[in-house]
């Protein structure tokens, strides 16, 4: 992008599946000059008195000029315009867990935030999908006879991993939850009495990162405990730790387990809770086929929080895909009876996390809500953001 004086904020949402874009051209800063706006497949050009501004768009994405439509201006954010445009960007998510190949292999856990070791060389010979929350009632409804699961957790033997919503379930032996090299960086919330470990109430069975305080996740069992996927990266053991910036993270593994869970089982609406089932966040998802271009982005909510700095090393005129989604704050008591009819309904599902992840996720929310172009903001009573994938 040449840009001189009379830089143009210009944001561009296509949709893949629909062939159509957004585009929203703001008003020069200098305000009120005249502007010549030409659209090419690949790139828009503005010229002003003052000069011009040439973005070139990235190469999978193609403009049909000829079809632009709905040309309007709206006051505080420019010219309103919607086109045909065709988008071929391959979408790149951070596997949480690559089933196929390190089942076979010794794996290491660590910890995303600081890189600690929590687990290391773990042979996993079972990677398995748990089924949904309420498969027991699933399993009364359809047998015909008394419930063989029945008082009946599924709980991974030593060689196992269970993948929940939005956790992991490893099963770690009482044995090895004694100092050792294997757990050493982990601090497990446990009394110990005749060299036996037993749990402590359902409040202090948090896992901690020793080196960061952060919270992995909590012990279900005495042998089971569950690591949040948002806190945790499984890596081979013969790779190194990946750095990947806090904020990407966790909008990938955010994206992935909503685009999931709408794709297996239909539900758009979710409650982003935390590990003490307080609700921080109701949230809908609306389209994940969105790829967003923007220029020139407000950065005063990037320099004031470092969990968004990652985003200052993007190119202000790159692509990337995101999901589109509706969100309220239930922080503070904030839509208590939004909250109340939400819970109660069934089609609205669950997402645990720890807690200060979901303050992460809505500080991340609020952020994109606050770049996006005014008129894009609201829909209803909602919030709009994007998540990048």
Not at 58 to 65: F, S, T, W
Not at 72 to 95: N, Y
Not at 152 to 177: A, M
Not at 343 to 358: F, K
């Amino acid at each position: 992008m040449a840009a001189t004086a009379a830089e143009t904020r210009m944001f561009l949402e296509v949709r893949r599946q629909l062939q159509s874009a957004l585009l929203i051209l703001g008003e020069p800063k200098e305000g009120g000059m005249p502007m010549d706006i030409s659209i090419m497949p690949s790139s828009l050009q503005m010229k002003t008195p003052e000069g011009c501004t040439e973005i070139q768009l990235p190469a999978e994405v193609r403009l049909v000029p000829s079809s632009c439509r709905g040309l309007q201006f709206v006051t505080g954010d420019g010219l309103h315009l919607r086109l045909q445009a065709q988008a071929e960007l391959g979408t790149k998510l951070i596997s949480m867990f690559n089933q196929s190949s390190q089942a076979r292999e010794c794996c290491t856990f660590y910890c995303q935030s600081c890189g600690e070791v929590i687990i290391k060389d773990r042979k996993l010979l079972r990677v398995l999908p748990l089924p949904s929350e309420n498969w027991e009632a699933l399993v009364g409804e359809w047998c015909c006879h008394p419930d063989p699961f029945a008082n009946k957790p599924l709980h991974p033997q030593e060689n196992d991993c269970f993948i929940g919503d939005s956790f992991f379930l490893v099963n770690l032996r009482t044995s090895l939850w004694q100092p050792r090299p294997e757990l050493s960086p982990v601090e497990m919330c446990c009394v110990s009495s005749d060299n036996h470990c037993k749990l402590e109430p359902k409040a202090n069975t948090k896992v901690i990162c020793k080196r960061c305080k952060v919270m992995l996740g909590e012990t279900v069992s005495s042998e089971t405990t569950k690591f949040y996927m948002t806190e945790i990266i499984i890596q081979s053991s013969e790779r190194s730790f990946p750095i990947i910036p806090r904020s990407r993270f966790v909008q990938s593994v955010i994206t992935q387990c909503l685009v999931q869970l709408s794709s297996a089982r239909s539900t758009f609406r979710f409650r982003i809770q935390g590990q003490d089932d307080k609700v921080y966040i109701l949230l809908w998802l609306l389209n994940s086929d969105s790829l967003v271009i923007e220029s020139l982005r407000n950065s005063k909510y990037i320099k004031k929080f470092p969990l968004l700095e990652d985003t200052l090393k993007a190119d202000s005129s790159s692509a990337w895909s995101a999901i589109k989604v509706l969100y309220q704050p239930c922080i503070k008591s904030r839509n208590e009876k939004l909250v109340s009819l939400w819970e109660s309904d069934i089609s609205v599902h669950p997402l645990t996390l720890p807690s200060a992840t979901c303050l992460e996720l809505l500080l991340i929310l609020s952020r994109s809500n606050a770049n996006l172009p005014s008129s894009l903001r609201h829909m209803n009573s909602f919030q709009v953001a994007f998540l990048k994938m």
